[in-house]
């Protein structure tokens, strides 16, 4: 199904192949109790992918709402979904953060080396992803956004000097397998699994994150 980087996890799901975004779409729903709802998706333009939106200077091509109103449009009704993709079918999967879950969004080189820490510290992770944008999104448990500016400040930082950011009510994240046009695939850096169903707090979190954001600096 969706892409995993290699490496990141003692035990994974196996990955199914030729799942289409449809069945991805209903997975997430039905296995994960995620809310979820179509974004943009790409379309061939003179040899290459553009996304759906139209504008050729697509900063996300084929991974952002194609709505205003996609807030209200996300569901975790799995008959909904299956509605929703039957009509696009390749639509990219869009996650809304701030109901089951926040995102902890950090560049990439910071999000490795806090996964590194985070296992020899033998911290229990929930879901992560790689974006083709070179940012990492850790999802932690709702509510980050007013845990974390004193929680970072905790440990002598001031947050505005840290590029970690919360991703909470009125955002999202792409979801694996969506493509970020010929940029390549959103994929689990750390996969849903059984053991990660229960999502850790960020607290449990910060401190690895922001050592490594400042030492990415």
């Known amino acids: 199904m969706e892409e995993t980087i290699p490496g990141t996890e003692a035990a994974q799901i196996p990955q199914q192949r030729g799942t289409s975004l449809l069945e991805t779409a209903v997975r997430y729903t039905e296995e994960r109790h995620w809310d979820v709802f179509p974004g ?21 091509p084929g991974a952002h709402p194609a709505r205003e109103d ?17 009509k696009q079918q390749s639509a990219s999967i869009l996650l809304p953060t701030g109901r089951t879950f926040d995102a902890i969004d950090v560049p990439e080189t910071a999000g490795f080396l806090a996964l590194a820490r985070m296992q020899r510290m033998e911290l229990t992770l ?49 979801a694996p397998p969506t493509r970020f046009g010929s ?21 449990e979190l910060i401190s690895p994150l922001a050592y490594a954001c400042g030492r990415d600096r």
């Open 40 to 60: 943009t998706w790409l379309v061939p333009a003179d040899g290459a992918q553009r996304c759906s939106c139209g504008d050729p200077a697509c900063a996300a």
């Open 70 to 86: 996609w807030a209200a449009q996300a569901t975790g009704s799995a008959t909904v979904v299956r509605r929703m993709w039957q």
């Open 126 to 174: 929930g879901p992560v992803t790689l974006a083709p944008d070179r940012r990492m999104r850790f999802f932690v448990l709702p509510g980050a956004g007013a845990k974390v500016p004193d929680l970072v400040r905790r440990l002598g930082w001031a947050p505005r000097v840290l590029d970690l950011d919360v991703l909470g009510e009125g955002a999202y994240v792409a």
């Open 183 to 203: 940029w390549g695939a959103v994929q689990w850096a750390c996969r849903p699994t059984p053991a990660n169903r229960w999502l850790p707090d960020v607290e």
